[in-house]
């Protein structure tokens, strides 16, 4: 009788690779504001990075095809008057961005396909509503148009970006709110805490369905991500300040199904996962290293599969969604690490001898189409993402332009609907 000793995996022999310097971008300088977000997102189309600034808040948009040295004139998005916190690329507009800034407000911006050629200072519409600054941004997975802003008033608020109007306020967090995700169809999302609580949050129900006490016993931040299965993988300290991961059924909160000390330091550990893979990655603030995982049904539930080192700490992270992976280099991941003065993109990738399409590695992954309006969701529909294929790699569709239709007509602003009115009238076919 054969035993198999080692675990069958595909993904056991991933590895990652810097790119090359000149697929880098140089002369960025990332932002020194101490807050605990990756201060990069980035899609298959851009990057964006929350970046220095004087008098105000501002972060950069690079085309991701501009590599190399970033001219120190470049144009910035300059619309906060204090320092952006969050930014956040909406998953069904690769054109679309939201930040959040210290100024109490968020704002949501249309980038043109092309470079900036002056500073973006006018947003597509701006959220007004906490009292405090906002810290958190984050879109919804399958609802066109729905966004989630949290800030430092314990507030959570939902809005419709194609009205401008906040749709759920929740305030059951009696203290600073550390992260925020969604679970695969949106219908759910899990907060941590400063209270040491996991909660799961309904938000149409405006309730907290299910919370745990310190699923980490030490007082350092934690972080809380919904797996595809529905479960909660979470990162935290334990009483000895040692990093600790944890992996978490919502449905039963009394004993984790895994629970796994990494090391001791001080860096909050950023997660990121790959739902098509079940993987996570986990980056260190401050560290040089990004460990990953892998998240299966048999014991013992999270696998450890590899470390990537280099040299240089990591300021923040970004993550590339599956649909923005080169297929034929059979790429599952891409993430860009900030460093103080630059942004280095890092492949992870799973040797293959084939140059054929990899089924696999590629199952279907979510694509760029929302699954129902933001009033089919408000009602209580709940739709899992719009597939698409990876086959012979991922085609994005032309830009779409956001639409603000405000309710109110006190708020609209003459010179806008003027400028509205002439652009309707050039595109009227002759």
Known sequence: MSRSIVRQSKFRHVFGQTVKAEQGYDDIRVSKVTWDSSFCAVNPKFLAVIVE?????????????????????????????????????????????????EDCTA??????????????????????????RVGIVSWHPTARNILLTAGSDNLIIIWNVGTGEPLISMDDHPDLIYSISWNRNGSLFCTT???????????????????????????????????????????????????????????????????LELDTSNGVLLPYYDADANMVYLCGKGDSSIRYFEITEEPPYVHYLNTFSSKEPQRGMGFMPKRGVDVSKCEIARLFKLLDKKCEPITMTVPRKSDLFQDDLYPDTAGPDPAMEPEEWLEGRDEDPILVSMRGGYVPPKSRELKVAKKNVLDSRPTTRRSMSTLDTNSLPV
């Open 193 to 259: 805490c400063k209270d040491r609580r996991l909660r799961v949050c309904d938000p149409r129900k405006r309730e907290v369905v299910a919370e745990r006490l310190a699923p980490h016993e030490g007082i350092r931040p934690m972080r809380a991500i919904f797996t595809r299965d529905g479960n909660i993988f979470t990162t935290g300290f334990t009483r000895m300040s040692q990093r600790e991961l944890g992996l978490w059924d919502p449905t039963n909160f009394e004993e984790p199904i895994a629970l």
């Open 53 to 101: 600034s004087s008098g105000g808040g501002s972060f950069l948009v690079l085309p991701l095809s501009k590599t190399g040295r970033v001219d120190k004139n470049y144009p910035l998005v300059i619309g906060h008057s204090g320092p952006v916190l969050d930014i956040d690329w909406c998953p069904h507009d690769d054109n679309i961005l939201a930040s959040c800034s």
């Open 107 to 132: 704002m949501v911006w249309q980038i043109p396909d092309h470079s900036l050629t002056r500073p973006l200072s006018d947003p597509v519409v701006v959220l007004e509503g906490h009292s405090k």
